[in-house]
């Protein structure tokens, strides 16, 4: 990872908010398991 930024140091703002956005994104989705869960079963209840 060093190599890269010492490749275009320029750039890093880019990179690090393209890894904010990932980890975020992966925080939200575990955050989110149950409630998907939950509407999983309602979905079989109604069925």
């Not at 890894?19 to 994104?25: G, H």
């Not at 149950?34 to 509407?39: C, D, E, M, R, S």
């Amino acid at each position: 990872a060093e190599a890269h930024h010492a490749a275009d140091p320029r750039r890093w703002r880019q990179r690090f908010w393209a890894d904010l956005q990932r980890a975020l994104r992966a925080e939200l989705d575990l955050r989110l398991q149950p409630v998907q869960g939950l509407l999983e079963a309602l979905n079989q209840a109604d069925a």
